[in-house]
């Protein structure tokens, strides 16, 4: 009795796990078949995709958005791999968007990454394929290769440095490092030794600094003040009455009719002109007037000297009979 009721009750939890099971199943299963979702597809190509199985995860940015939904080989080119992506509806891929192949933690198994896309790109319609980017092997390798070649040019370095010359010339440096090191410790104790002996003389020679610097000081207050009190006279309202005054002189003149001055002068030059010229002409004909006197003058004095010169000669002639009175002029005539 008791067999037969484990047996019934096994048979119940036998029946109920597996309609469990069953249930889950057709859940999941319902619940991927009946959700929407976009497909693209990625090209690979001359890339491994070992390690990339159909289920997936595909990520855009770290955020999981689909799964891998099919991989096969291109049967027009070999050396392609076309990957289908089975990704949410409503995910924005873009046109300029990249598909990496990246590795899920230390499993080996490999996953897709999206990445890249720009807001001013469009969106890449499904049925598309979206570009490939770098697989993890690939930087694997170029990075090794970047470390690979680094190595060696430090081998190479180091065995340059290594060989017997270039040790000579490295331990004659560090000679020359050590004596220039003895020179300037020497240079130093000497220094400080001079500055010792010369503390009075640079003592007192940063006192006369610091008094010429009281005088550069004073010369720049008077300087400021002297500067003050140019433009308070500068703001005087007499300047400003001069420079108006200027100002309205220099307007008359301007509004003057210049041509017409000079006009004037040139006709008050020419009378003037004019004049002197007469003047010269009256002060000509006068002196030409005055030498015609003094020759008339002279003429008479002459002829008085001459008729005073015979009367001092004869004097008998102012004695003589008035018989006429021209007898005197005709003696004179004699």
Do not use: C
Not at 54 to 70: A, L, N, P
Not at 194 to 214: C, D, F, M, Q, Y
Not at 220 to 230: E, G, V
Request: aromatic share 4%; charged share 25%; no cysteine.
């Amino acid at each position: 009795m008791n067999i037969k009721a484990q047996r019934i009750r096994l048979g119940i939890f036998i029946v109920t796990g597996a309609s469990i099971l069953l249930f889950m199943i057709a859940y999941f299963t319902a619940r991927e078949l009946f959700t929407k979702s976009d497909l693209y597809y990625i090209s690979f190509k001359d890339v491994s995709v070992s390690g990339m199985e159909v289920g997936s995860q595909v990520k855009y940015m770290g955020i999981k958005v689909g799964t891998i939904s099919d991989i096969v080989i291109d049967p027009e080119d070999v050396t392609n791999i076309i990957v289908s992506l089975s990704l949410k509806t409503g995910t924005p891929v873009k046109e300029d968007s990249k598909a990496d192949i990246t590795t899920l933690g230390i499993t080996g198994l490999k996953a897709i990454e999206i990445r890249g896309g720009t807001n001013e790109s469009k969106l890449l319609q499904p049925g598309s394929y979206i570009q490939s980017g770098s697989s993890f092997a690939d930087e694997i390798t170029g990075k090794a290769e970047v470390i690979a070649i680094k190595a060696e040019q430090v081998v190479n370095n180091l065995l340059r440095l290594t060989q017997a010359e270039n040790t000579e010339k490295l331990m004659s440096t560090i000679e020359s490092y050590h004596s220039l090191a003895t020179n300037a410790d020497r240079a130093v104790i000497r220094i400080d030794s001079l500055l010792k002996g010369n503390e009075a003389n640079i003592n007192a020679t940063l006192a006369s600094v610091r008094k010429l610097s009281a005088s550069l000081e004073e010369s720049s207050l008077a300087l400021n003040s002297s500067l003050n009190k140019i433009s308070g006279i500068v703001a005087n309202d007499s300047i400003n009455l001069i420079i108006a005054n200027i100002w309205e002189v220099s307007e008359k003149l301007k509004s003057s009719d210049i041509n017409a001055m000079i006009d004037d002068l040139a006709m008050v030059s020419a009378q003037l002109r004019q004049l002197l010229s007469n003047m010269d002409q009256d002060l000509d004909k006068g002196s030409r007037d005055m030498v015609e006197s003094f020759e008339l003058l002279k003429s008479t004095l002459s002829n008085l000297e001459e008729a005073s010169r015979k009367i001092n000669a004869n004097p008998s002639v102012l004695l003589r009979s008035t018989s006429g009175k021209d007898a005197p002029d005709k003696h004179l005539k004699q």
